[in-house]
């Protein structure tokens, strides 16, 4: 039972890093268009 809750917290912080990363991704992408299309 513990053994799964564990599993869960950290798929869930797994699930929110990889969203940050993307979101970051995202930004550093955006930025260099904007850069390049200036």
């Given at each position: 039972m513990?053994?799964?809750?564990?599993?869960r917290?950290?798929?869930?912080?797994?699930?929110?890093?990889i969203?940050?990363?993307?979101r970051?991704?995202?930004?550093?992408?955006t930025?260099l268009?904007?850069?390049?299309?200036t």
């Amino acid at each position: 039972m513990t053994g799964l809750l564990l599993l869960r917290t950290v798929s869930s912080k797994f699930a929110s890093v990889i969203s940050n990363a993307i979101r970051f991704n995202l930004y550093i992408n955006t930025n260099l268009i904007k850069k390049m299309s200036t």
